[in-house]
């Protein structure tokens, strides 16, 4: 079953304020000799850093997650053996020594030279990993990802448990009883198209109030069945995405904001959209033309896509729509929205529980099975969503520190930049979208 939901826009030029909407000035700056010198230095290592990242995609099927630059590069990087990669990122490393920014370059281009760096390390880590080198969860995150999440004792989720054990209903297991409770709010089948396209619409309208983009915008929305993860944003270039949703298991109502947001507006797409335009059309910054998957880029793209959850919808504001809009087009009983949310929040401080559990099966202190147990127990996952959880794990392993820690992250971020500005916690995440900034960068109050 598919269904293509595409989306336009008419927003006149960027360069402008126009009502709200934040238009992010990248183009119009004069540059001296120095900076003009440099910037093609760099254009040059970060086109063999893409090579590099293509290269490294014949390898490591997952690895590319997006690119849309000159398709003969692809060409060019066919062939290279780990060896040669890891030895190419290492000479690039050295190469990007000798050309610092010069002193008078903006903040971006600063940031610029310290994002390609540390790409390539990350680059090198992942190397090293398909060559067999094993390295501890918070090692391979904080090589790949350049952070580490905290650790959580049981403690902790048991007494976030018996916060939820009080506010749920009836008789049993308080994994029993949320179950139960929870079943009563999945969108049927039948109705899932209409409650998407409701929950993008206004995702996509709270964000054009804010943000400016193309006019040529645009996604298409498949809905997809037999993968471990249960949406995805595959960004084509052009300013176009496919956001594909799985459907193999029920998908409860509150999943329609968070993955319209998430995936679309102003998450995965908005990031893309705002890169493609700003840093690689604007600047001429091909390094951005490629994304990486197993690299720090990957906690920024997912933290801001899950705190763009709450940038896009207040408490308030959230529960007024699901009320009024997604609870009567998927069928469900208005009278119970505060309720259902209220319980959801009490879920959201288990959110670790995921972490550690793979923290523990990916260092071998657990099996599958106990993975999946914990999983239960302190994340509420019903077995078959524990499963798939489990296969996530195998395939993208310390990955997922990226949505919580990175949304914490990136909360904290914006909240402290924007602190005491009226509406700046939206320019301020609209400016994070369309920069390089790494994830120890936003511990960082350097604006």
Known sequence: MTVAVLWAMGLGKAMKRVGTAVAIVLTGVSVSLGQAQTGA??????????????????????????????????ETSKGWDLSQIEEGAGALIG??????PPADADQLTRLRHQYLRRQLISLQSRVRILNGQALAFD?????????????????????????????????????????LFRREFAIPLDRLDNVFEAAIAECRRRT???????????????????????????Y????????????????????????????????????????????????????????????????????????GIDVAFSETERLAFEQDVLFPAAGLDVSRVEEYYGVQALVAQLDYAGNEAARRYL???IDRA????????????????????????????????????????????????????????WETFAELLASPRLPSGLREDNR
């Not at 700003?278 to 091909?286: A, M, Q, S, T, Y």
Request: net charge negative; aromatic share 14%; glycine share 6%.
């Open 95 to 100: 190469a990007l020594r000798e050309v610092e």
């Open 370 to 425: 106990a993975a999946a147990d914990w999983l239960s127990r302190y994340a509420m996952m019903a077995p078959e969503r524990a499963e798939q959880r489990t296969r996530f794990f195998d395939k993208y392993r310390s990955y997922v520190i990226n949505y919580n820690l990175g949304k914490d992250l990136v909360a904290d971020y914006v909240e402290r930049q924007s602190a005491g500005t009226p509406g700046g916690h």
């Open 363 to 365: 260092n071998d202190e």
């Open 41 to 74: 230095q760099m254009n040059e290592l970060a086109e063999r850093y893409v090579k590099l990242v293509l290269a490294m995609g014949q390898h490591d099927a997952d690895y590319v997650d997006a690119y849309y630059g000159p398709e003969e590069w692809r």
């Open 208 to 234: 054009l109030e804010h943000i400016e983009l193309p006019e040529e915008e645009s996604f298409t929305v498949e809905y997809v069945t037999d993968k471990s993860w249960s949406g995805y944003n595959w």
């Open 139 to 179: 090692d391979e995150s904080r090589a790949l990802y350049d952070a580490v999440a905290p650790t959580h004792s049981e403690a902790y989720f048991e007494e976030a448990l018996a916060s939820l054990d009080r506010a749920l209903p009836g008789n049993g297991t308080v994994f029993d009883r949320y179950q």
């Open 236 to 307: 084509q270039g052009g300013f176009r995405s496919l956001i594909q949703v799985n459907t193999d298991l029920p998908i409860y109502i509150d999943r329609a904001i968070d993955l319209a947001c998430h995936e679309g507006y102003p998450g995965h797409h908005v990031y893309n959209v705002l890169l493609e335009r700003h840093l690689v059309r604007e600047r001429g910054w091909p390094e951005f033309s490629v994304y990486a998957l197993f690299s720090p880029q990957s906690l920024i793209a997912e933290g801001t896509a899950n705190y």
